[in-house]
């Protein structure tokens, strides 16, 4: 024995260590490891195998009508009809518009709050119509003529005015969310400096008002 290394100790307690392990069942064990390991990531492995059930089962799923049109309509750009009252510009989301027509005779409205106008007829149908500038909190002064812009949905159509009619455009996702002081029914304000408008939430206010 090398008394400075202690060499010939470590070799008998090495072989001490090892004399009691059983070889064979160690390399079948690697050889069994070895082969599952393979299989698994063969082309026709279970991990493929598994991979290949999981994406057939995500290409069975079948959205419902209502999940498809709402994915649908995410994905679509929001086209806005864009016009000016008598201070600013707005923008309204064609899909709630029913109407544009130019102002027909207004029939004023005694004790009704300052945004009504009064009431219009189109096409027969007798409506409220209101300022928009006012809706959203300004205090500009209507100035004559303009148009009449019907929004969409339920039995008691509403109108709002515009001074004019500009043009259409696309929502750009960019554009910055309205802050709160910009009223609560303004959603958006364009770089173009257009505030867009929840014409949903505009109608479903208007509705609750009184016309008198």
């Given at each position: 024995m090398d008394s400075r290394t202690g060499t010939g100790d470590?070799?008998?307690?090495?072989a001490r260590e090892t004399a009691g392990i059983n070889w064979d069942a160690v390399r079948a064990r690697l050889a069994r490891q070895g082969g599952e390991l393979e299989a698994a990531a063969s082309p026709g492995g279970a991990w493929a195998d598994a991979l290949l059930r999981s994406r057939a089962e995500d290409l069975a799923l079948v959205p419902s009508a209502d999940e498809a049109d709402a994915a649908a309509q995410a994905e679509a750009p929001v086209?806005?009809?864009v016009g000016r009252g008598a201070d600013g510009s707005y923008g309204l989301d064609l899909r709630h518009l029913s109407r544009i027509?130019?102002?027909?005779r207004v029939a004023r409205v005694p004790h009704a709050p300052p945004e009504l106008l009064g009431l219009i007829a189109i096409d027969g149908r007798v409506m409220r119509l209101f300022d928009v500038d006012r809706?959203?909190?300004r205090?500009?002064?209507p100035a004559g003529g303009g148009f009449a812009v019907v929004l969409r949905g339920g039995e008691r159509p509403v109108a709002l005015r515009l001074r004019t009619v500009d043009?259409?455009?696309?929502l750009d996702g960019t554009d910055m969310k309205a802050p709160p002081e910009a009223g609560s029914f303004v959603t958006a304000i364009t770089r173009s400096r257009v505030a867009v408008l929840d014409?949903?939430?505009?109608l479903e206010t208007l509705r609750s008002m009184k016309e008198e």
């Open positions: 470590s070799a008998k307690d090495t086209t806005l009809l027509v130019p102002l027909p809706l959203c909190g205090n500009a002064v043009t259409v455009m696309e014409a949903p939430a505009i």
